[in-house]
């Protein structure tokens, strides 16, 4: 069973930039796409970033486009999530998600 481990949130000035990592384990990384969603105070979760499995194809949502960056290491098992010119609307919960998993979140805070 794949396990999700996500770190690298905090609070960051707007305009910031923060890298989010996710350590996976229990599964054969490499064959599955990859995502980040995230979650507002009071708001639905929102897909952030999904990168395929093979050819890493990226989708963003349009909120994000431009500003993220979504990328893998299927030799380490990790997914990261680079986000940059952050916003306050950018706070949330974010969270690592494969083959039906999920993990714990990462919270980020956007604010002066």
């Known amino acids: 069973q794949v396990q999700l481990v996500e770190s690298g949130g905090g609070l960051v000035q707007p305009g910031g930039s923060l890298r989010l990592s996710c350590s996976a384990s229990g599964g054969t990384f490499s064959d599955y796409a990859m995502s980040w969603h995230r979650q507002a105070p009071g708001k639905r979760r929102e897909l952030v970033a999904t990168i395929t499995a093979t050819w890493n194809r990226t989708v963003y949502s349009n909120s994000v486009k431009g500003r993220f960056t979504i990328s893998r290491d299927d030799v380490k098992n990790m997914l990261y999530l680079q986000m940059d010119s952050l916003k306050p609307e950018d706070t949330a919960v974010y969270y690592c998600?494969?083959?039906?998993?999920w993990g714990q979140g990462t919270r980020v805070t956007v604010s002066s």
């Open positions: 998600t494969s083959g039906g998993a």
